[in-house]
């Protein structure tokens, strides 16, 4: 039988690291092995690589799309661990099961603004290939179907943290707000002004504002299942999340180029 004395032992620390870590991740994979990868491999030079923006000295859809796609890369990827590694740890599940989140969300959400508003990632490529309006209604369906189906699928996922319901809630909680919080010191120190308000947040916290809506489903989701093990304290998570914590504010912050 389930008990709910699991909830209280979750450490926040531990939550919060694994949180920051899981959004880094989408971070990074999207501006770091997405833009800036497609920009050096196509012959490029960045001339500025930060948390929110990447300015190459090429321009194109594949290094427009290169981003997105390389959320939904990892995104899946991280799925499937969660699928195959039924006996790894409570904090290594959530970790993949969040990073799942972040860059799924991340790709299917920015897909329906940026086809929604033709700005943005997927701006350059409608323009490039004549997309038709029929056509950006049926991407900006794709993206919004694709979004309610990852909120479903991480639910099925954090059915084993949602006993008690309050559990998932405040595990997505923290870890939302701690994404929030990285992308905010790291903005802090980008040059551009207002970039906070206009991209870290929107970035961090409107595109994965899906990730609130799966502990209520998660609950009803919730059967007989064994829960997760509680989150004890961990410094190994402790230490990765400051240490990548560390780089993102020191480096992404205010940018750095590559060139050759």
Same mark, same amino acid.
């Given at each position: 039988?389930?008990?709910?004395?699991?909830?209280?032992?979750?450490?926040?620390?531990?939550?919060?690291?694994?949180?920051?870590?899981?959004?880094?991740?989408?971070?990074?994979?999207? %501006? #770091?092995?997405?833009?800036?990868?497609?920009? $050096?491999?196509?012959? &490029?030079?960045?001339?500025? /690589?930060?948390? @929110?923006? *990447?300015?190459?000295?090429?321009?194109?859809?594949?290094?427009?799309?290169?981003?997105?796609?390389?959320?939904?890369?990892?995104?899946?990827?991280?799925?499937?661990?969660?699928?195959?590694?039924?006996?790894?740890?409570?904090?290594?599940?959530?970790?993949?099961?969040?990073?799942?989140?972040?860059?799924?969300?991340?790709?299917?959400?920015?897909?329906?603004?940026?086809?929604?508003?033709?700005?943005?990632?997927?701006?350059?490529?409608?323009?490039?290939? %004549? #997309?038709?309006?029929?056509?950006?209604?049926? $991407?900006?369906?794709? &993206?919004?179907?694709?979004? /309610?189906?990852? @909120?479903? *699928?991480?639910?099925?996922?954090?059915?084993?943290?949602?006993?008690?319901?309050?559990?998932?809630?405040?595990?997505?909680?923290?870890?939302?707000?701690?994404?929030?919080?990285?992308?905010?010191?790291?903005?802090?120190?980008?040059?551009?002004?207002?970039?906070?308000?206009?991209?870290?947040?929107?970035?961090?916290?409107?595109?994965?504002?899906?990730?609130?809506?799966?502990?209520?489903?998660?609950?009803?989701?919730?059967?007989?299942?064994?829960?997760?093990?509680?989150?004890?304290?961990?410094?190994?998570?402790?230490?990765?999340?400051?240490?990548?914590?560390?780089?993102?504010?020191?480096?992404?912050?205010?940018?750095?180029?590559?060139?050759?």
């Amino acid at each position: 039988m389930k008990t709910e004395s699991r909830d209280s032992k979750d450490n926040i620390a531990t939550v919060a690291a694994i949180g920051l870590l899981a959004y880094a991740s989408a971070d990074i994979a999207h %501006h #770091v092995f997405g833009h800036g990868a497609a920009c $050096l491999m196509l012959g &490029g030079r960045i001339i500025s /690589l930060t948390s @929110v923006f *990447v300015n190459c000295s090429l321009t194109g859809a594949t290094i427009d799309l290169a981003g997105p796609f390389a959320n939904l890369i990892l995104g899946l990827v991280a799925l499937l661990i969660v699928r195959i590694t039924n006996r790894a740890s409570s904090a290594v599940r959530l970790f993949y099961i969040l990073a799942a989140a972040f860059n799924l969300l991340w790709f299917a959400l920015q897909l329906v603004s940026s086809a929604a508003r033709r700005i943005d990632d997927w701006a350059w490529a409608m323009h490039q290939f %004549h #997309v038709s309006e029929p056509v950006r209604y049926v $991407l900006i369906v794709i &993206g919004a179907l694709g979004y /309610l189906l990852t @909120v479903r *699928v991480i639910a099925t996922y954090m059915t084993a943290f949602a006993h008690p319901g309050a559990r998932a809630r405040r595990i997505v909680l923290i870890a939302w707000f701690t994404a929030g919080a990285i992308a905010c010191a790291t903005a802090a120190f980008d040059h551009h002004p207002g970039i906070t308000l206009r991209r870290a947040i929107p970035q961090a916290m409107v595109l994965s504002i899906g990730l609130l809506f799966v502990p209520a489903r998660a609950s009803k989701l919730s059967g007989s299942g064994q829960d997760a093990a509680p989150l004890g304290l961990s410094f190994v998570w402790a230490a990765a999340a400051f240490i990548v914590g560390t780089a993102s504010i020191l480096l992404l912050g205010p940018g750095f180029a590559i060139g050759f």
